[in-house]
């Protein structure tokens, strides 16, 4: 699993077709997650934004850090008994909205500079034009 963005949409609740298609793993996985996991964390919270962050983590500790699903569930007992957020560990989520912001701002900052840039290379020719009378 590729460690970085993971689009969220920005809903307050998502159908199980939607957690599954987002987080990439199958309803009958969820379903023995639901079983194994802490009901505060998939249960509880299965079709929920908050939820969908748990599944995305869980699966992280399962298949990127190859946890069993002893100690992954272990893991998970010992960040709620500890108040941590389950999300803490770099993994980072962000909704959609958030990761479009980013991507908007980091392209108008590249559009300044392009344009800036673009205003240098046509003063120096303005520049090249005066002082060899070129018309």
């Not at 809903?11 to 969820?30: N, P, R």
């Not at 991507?103 to 303005?126: P, Q, T």
């Amino acid at each position: 699993m590729d460690k970085g963005f993971v689009n969220i949409p920005d809903k307050e609740f998502f159908g199980i077709d939607e957690v599954c298609s987002i987080t990439g793993v199958k309803q009958y996985i969820l379903r023995f997650w639901e079983k194994e996991f802490p009901k505060e964390v998939v249960s509880e919270n299965l079709c929920t934004k908050k939820g969908i962050q748990n599944i995305l983590y869980i699966k992280k500790l399962l298949f990127d850090e190859k946890m069993t699903m002893d100690e992954a569930v272990e893991h998970v007992r010992l960040n709620l008994q500890t108040d941590e957020d389950l999300n803490c560990s770099g993994w980072q989520i962000e909704s959609v909205q958030e990761e479009e912001d980013d991507c908007y701002s980091e392209m108008f900052e590249n559009l300044r500079f392009a344009r800036k840039k673009l205003g240098d290379v046509v003063c120096f020719v303005e520049h090249l034009k005066d002082s060899h009378h070129w018309h």
